[in-house]
């Protein structure tokens, strides 16, 4: 890789540990404040709400500056939210504030990668990535958890500092202070991040034209024979992926008695599924090989419905000794089957997210296709948070909620690959993926 991959990495990785470690910051707040259960999943709603709101005017941005500069102007916005929460404001709005920072940081974050690398990098670029936002995922998440506990949250508290009395008012705020300080740490490194030198003929700024220069970019995606593909499996992927964040946290307090921060254990097992899986599709599978990694997004999902007859008694009453602590059977048997659906996860969705990328870059601008694809996915995350919501509302037992989703993403899976199927019929996906780029900058 060239060497300005690496601070796009690292800056990447500690922005995303803040965004995960926030959540739980944010739960924290909604629980002092003894907000509705049904507002907790809203959380995930207010954040990417952004990424569908301004999609059409986020992909512009992006591509009117050099993109490390996009990502320390929009890191800096995420800083801003953080502060709102220090000032008393509601915990959905700052976290909204924080969700548009990442909806303008992200076209500018994978933008630059089809700038930077080759079509043939794509895949392993895509990896790392993908690793990296994971192993964020796992720290950020183990953070979060740790920092809402009584013990650490009491310490931060207590730091013998006039203003750390002052400005630390809650467990929940302490919490927030550390994520404001890793999000600084980020923002440097985006300093560090070169100019690719790729430039983009002068952005729109009107904004009925953007939004018919969106409309036209989601259209020529969705109505390109790869492209319709991949997007449909990367929004299927985030939106079932945000309602399984928050569904695993209720099933392990409901099925097996855990609490929020040793919840938040089990999502990083699930990352760390994403992340091998990631890996070994770096590793693994070519560009022109990311269309047979579709069935495993349908063994995912027959995966998810196992989870809803995974119960405490099955196990039997008997502890493991793991690194020196003896940990209790089913959470390493509930560890490993969540490990394994994140594994696949991993393994089909970044050869999608590779695909999509170099088919976005082949059609339009680096910034408008990473746009058009956020407004996709996190329309699904809003659409599964949504329902997932509702059915929190209504009272729906945790197991059924769990077969419904499980359900939804396999038969999804097994319509896009028949999908796919019928597009071969008129081009083979060997003679689109070598095409080049079009001339249209």
Known sequence: MKRGFYPIMAAQFFSSLADNALLFAAIALLDEARAADWMTPLLKLFFVLSYVLFAAFVGAFADALPKGRVMFLTNSIKIV??????????????????????????????????????PDDLVAANGWIEGLTVASIILGTVLGGMLIRADVSGWLIHVEHPLARIVLASPAIASVAVVIVIYILAALINLRIPD???????????????????????????????????????????????????????????????????????QAVVAIGVAIGALIAALRVSLRGTIKVLPFGVAMGVAVVGLAFV???????????????????????????????????????????????????????????????????????????????????????????????????????????????????????????????????
């Open 196 to 266: 690719t030198g790729a430039r983009y003929p002068h952005q729109e700024r009107n904004p009925a034209r953007l939004i018919l220069d969106f409309a036209r970019c989601f259209t020529t995606l969705w109505n390109d024979q790869l492209g319709q593909i991949s997007l449909a499996v990367t929004t299927l992927f985030w939106g079932a992926g945000a309602a399984l964040q928050f569904i695993v946290l209720r099933w392990a307090e409901q099925s097996f008695e855990l609490h929020l921060s040793n919840g938040a254990i089990l």
């Open 81 to 118: 939210g953080c502060l709102l929460m220090f000032l008393g404001a509601h915990p959905l709005l700052a976290y909204a504030v924080v969700g548009f920072g990442a909806a303008a940081y992200s076209p500018a974050k994978y933008g630059i990668l089809t700038e930077l690398l080759p």
């Open 311 to 441: 119960r405490r008694d099955l196990f039997p009453s008997v502890d493991i000794a793991l690194f020196g602590l003896h940990v209790p059977l089913y959470v390493v048997g509930i560890s490993l089957l969540l490990m394994v659906i994140g594994a696949m996860a991993g393994f089909f969705v970044v050869p999608m997210n590779a695909l999509l990328q170099h088919r976005g870059y082949i059609l339009m601008s680096a910034g408008h296709s990473i746009a058009v694809q956020n407004f996709n996915e996190n329309l699904g995350v809003l659409t599964f948070m949504c329902i997932y919501a509702l059915l929190v509302r209504y009272h729906f037992d945790i197991r059924t909620v769990i077969v419904l989703l499980g359900s939804f993403v396999a038969v999804a899976m097994l319509l896009v690959m028949r999908r796919h199927v019928v597009n071969a019929r008129t081009v083979d996906d060997e003679t689109l993926i070598r095409e080049t780029r079009h001339p249209i900058l």
